[in-house]
């Protein structure tokens, strides 16, 4: 577990950092020390804000809250933002298809602005990667990839040390790599087959519609109506022992483990972290992942490459890894 | 075109290196100055010599006869060796399916033992890459990804600067990343539908026996027995305008070209370099990969990834990324 166990909150008055995790569907925000204690934190609708403006207002009441409790602005060294299709260079969220706000929108400066505040942004996925690098399962590693199976997935790739932003700052979106050619359509990107099709919450639900249709398979899924199928329905039949529950995760990892092999050749890391939701499926998922990953990696690359899971409590780890971005701005 | 062509060749005493690059069929050498002046070469065969010391005397015997005429062994500076699974770190080369040698070769020691000169040997695409970056296409560039179309695949990334290497130093072996799960075999992997498979000159004269098995249109390739039939064969079909032997080159491209995006989405580099005997097809093959590598790419990087094909003399240029590395060596 990481320092954020081990030692006390901070009590003095050492610089604060806030941490803001946009997802599609939630923003956690939180105020955290240097040694990745969350002091505070809270929650908004991310989905309910469908103008930007009206997001941030909603977002600076509720934060600003957090603020005085933690001893007012002047404590507070800046702001980390994590966001879907963020960019570290220009600090815009650009064509994000999870969030509401469509285009390019200049999330870093409305919020520096709105907070009077130093503001800095990247890539959701890119944040949880420097946070695991600071505080959790990749604490000493030069080169690891981390993939957040949520409602989407997303990834973070850290090679000698340094995150790959790319040329444009959009490097590491792994989830819209295709791995089945021509396969199951992804309604926000319009394109077919890719990871974020199959490995997430979305992709396990539509999976398991899919083989509820295609298949005779007594299943306990099948009392639950379809409207209210989800990836956790499909767990809990799965640790019933339900067949076909079963084969939807040995589906699913078998996607994801070809994937992480393709990924492996990529960049050769020393790890691949998980995080998000699906992972707590455990061996359910993991077993065939591990399983298809060597399958499909040449010589060279078997048995060498670990798969870890975040062991950071998922509620703090968003806020965690977005407010690390703070302590590596420059002054 | 690079500062080969404008300077005259090196008459001082200037240091000069020493570029191998040892290749599945053959071995190209040669003596380099600094401004990438490839002053002698020559060639021998690689898959000739089953015993790798076998090989390395005669490696010798032939290199020997240009270092005298370049000066003598007092001038090298050092030898650059580019070797399919050649890994940096370690100077071994491991587990290459294209080579004699099976197992783990401690290539770098048997050369450096050989010749008595400091030795330093990577993947043989990122030898490319190098010398791209010093010398070609990828001049000033941060962020690019090399690919060589040859008999097989190979790959160079460069993140930042720098060669990604990996943990292991095996990074970049992208040519055995699966575009099509359970797709084409590969007689050297053992692995199913990998780049390689379809993207080399292997893998287009395996596309050509295919689609003349599976189709009955009439074509300039009918003529040509099937032991005879190579990617060569299928290009001048196609300038011919040969309907079936476009096709070959349409669906090569569209391989690649969903293969790019999937680089691309890892990296986001500024272009892609193609480099290597397919690139000679031209448009025949680079439409159909733009087509599809834009088609497979999400928004935000569509419009944006140059493909450019290298600009080095292809007989130099894998000894120019060779010697590159001894310029960067560390005294």
Known sequence: MSKAKKSA????MDPLAIGIDIGGTGTKFGIVDRNGNVLFSSEISTRGHGEVENYIDELHKQLYTLV????GSGRMRGIG????????????????????????????KLIQNKFQLPTVLTNDANAAAIGEMMYGAAKSMKDFIMITLGTGVGSGIVANGNLILGHDGFAGELGHTIIIPNGRHHPGTGKYGSLESYASAT?????????LENSEEDSLLRKIPKSKLDSK???EAAIENDKLAKEIFDFTGKILGMALANFVMFSSPEAIILFGGLTKSGELI??????HMEKNLIQVFQN?????????KESDAAILGASAL??????
């Open 81 to 108: 933002v994590g966001a879907p299709n963020g960019n570290y260079y220009t600090g815009t969220v650009e064509y994000a298809p999870n969030l509401p706000w469509k285009g390019i929108i200049p999330l870093a």
């Open 326 to 331: 703070v302590w590596e701005m420059k002054d």
């Open 68 to 71: 005085e409790k933690a001893g």
């Open 233 to 235: 329905k499909v767990y």
């Open 9 to 12: 909150p901070s009590v003095s």
């Open 203 to 211: 992709g396990v639900t539509a999976t398991a519609l899919e083989m």
């Open 286 to 291: 993991l077993k065939p992942t591990r399983e």
């Open 304 to 312: 060498k490459v670990k798969i870890l899971v975040s062991h950071l």
